[in-house]
Nanobody, 124 residues
Framework: QVQLVESGGGLVQAGGSLRLACEAS????????MAWFRQSPGKDRELVAA????????TYPDSVKGRFIATRDNAKSTIYLQMNSLKPEDTARYYC?????????????????WGQGTQVTVSS
């Protein structure tokens, strides 16, 4: 079992920045692919960033490419999501996720483990 706890959400004006963090605990020795998803009311869940154990090959959808950067610190069992140039449409609940198989996240757009989420609200 892996437990994921997100932090760093909040209210920010359009054009501002936020940094989310997700700390993993439990069976963190396994080489999980980690990811950030987001979901807002009435919308489908969206994969925002997926980052492999090695930290490379990070992928982003066009909606956040060039504005969001995902990184991970395996020594701290923590991943981060730096969000810049935030837009009102970025408003959502952001979830940290983990999967042993990368395709679970990248292809199936789901995960083995989920955090509780942290709310990000961007005002115009």
């Amino acid at each position: 079992q892996v437990q994921l706890v997100e932090s760093g959400g909040g209210l920010v004006q359009a054009g501002g920045s936020l940094r989310l963090a997700c700390e993993a605990s439990g069976r963190t020795r396994s080489r999980y692919t980690m990811a950030w998803f987001r979901q807002s009311p009435g919308k489908d869940r969206e994969l925002v960033a997926a980052i492999r154990w090695t930290g490379d090959g990070t992928t982003y959808p066009d909606s956040v490419k060039g504005r969001f950067i995902a990184t991970r610190d395996n020594a701290k069992s923590t991943i981060y999501l730096q969000m810049n140039s935030l837009k009102p449409e970025d408003t959502a609940r952001y979830y940290c996720a983990a999967a042993l198989a990368a395709h679970t996240i990248g292809v199936r757009k789901t995960a083995d483990y989920w955090g509780q989420g942290t709310q990000v609200t961007v005002s115009s």
